[in-house]
């Protein structure tokens, strides 16, 4: 099993420009989500999905669209890409909700920078 | 919110020493979780501790949790290299789809 993949793993992009993160488990999880870390902010939620075809907004989920239209994978875009968008984004997956006492599954995780 | 605020923000000890990092949190909670993240790399669960419990071990690691004080610590026993990484905690509540994670504890374990 991969567990659960990111691509790109790199990314430079500059402002205006969009792009697609892809995430990608093979585990049938039921629930994905997409965090962003940026230095001394530990993790934040963007958004996340708790099965195919739902998504629903995190803590930061300005700027950044989401879809689940398979259940093995989860896509975060980005529209119109703004320094303040520079960051590491993880993806992460679990098989049931968070109050289920159910682990979460990281992937390796994107490096974005906008210029 | 009912983020964790683990603390300290970093700590380095000399490899052989047991490392302690706790994590404080604002409500209720049903489990709460511990990570860890090696430079670069993505998270990786260690341990989880619903709130009915008031200890949990595994292999190296204890976890207590006091949910009168809504704060839990993670000992890490008898130090490696390898164990250098940051630590984070993470809540979740009854119901939630979600866990909240805190801001983490970089781990510097000096040879």
């Known amino acids: 099993n991969a567990g659960v993949t990111q691509t790109p793993k790199f990314r430079v992009l500059k402002t205006g420009q969009s792009m697609t993160l892809l995430c990608a488990q093979d585990?049938?999880?039921?629930?994905m989500y997409w965090y962003r870390q940026d230095p001394g902010m530990g993790l934040r939620l963007i958004h996340y999905s708790v099965g195919e075809g739902t998504t629903a907004k995190g803590e930061v989920p300005d700027g950044y669209n989401v879809s689940r239209l398979k259940k093995q994978n989860f896509l975060l875009g980005l529209e119109s890409a703004a320094p303040s968008q520079t960051s590491v984004y993880f993806c992460?997956?679990?098989?049931?909700?968070?109050?289920?006492?159910?682990?979460?599954?990281f992937g390796p995780g994107t490096r974005l920078t906008v210029l | 919110s009912q983020q964790g605020e683990e603390d300290p923000q970093a700590l380095s000890i000399q490899e052989g020493e047991n490392a302690t990092m706790n994590c404080s949190y604002k409500t209720s909670i049903n489990n709460l979780q511990w990570y860890r993240q090696n430079s670069g790399r993505g998270l990786v669960h260690l341990i989880l501790i619903r709130s009915n419990e008031r200890e949990k071990h595994s292999g190296r690691l204890r976890v207590t949790l006091d949910t009168s004080k809504k704060s839990s610590s993670l000992l890490i026993t008898a130090s490696r290299a390898a164990d250098t990484a940051s630590y984070f905690c993470a809540t979740g509540g009854v119901g939630d789809d979600k866990i909240i994670f805190g801001k983490g504890t970089r781990l510097h374990i000096l040879p």
């Open positions: 585990m049938n999880h039921e629930y």
């Open positions: 992460a997956s679990s098989s049931h909700r968070a109050g289920s006492y159910n682990e979460q599954f």
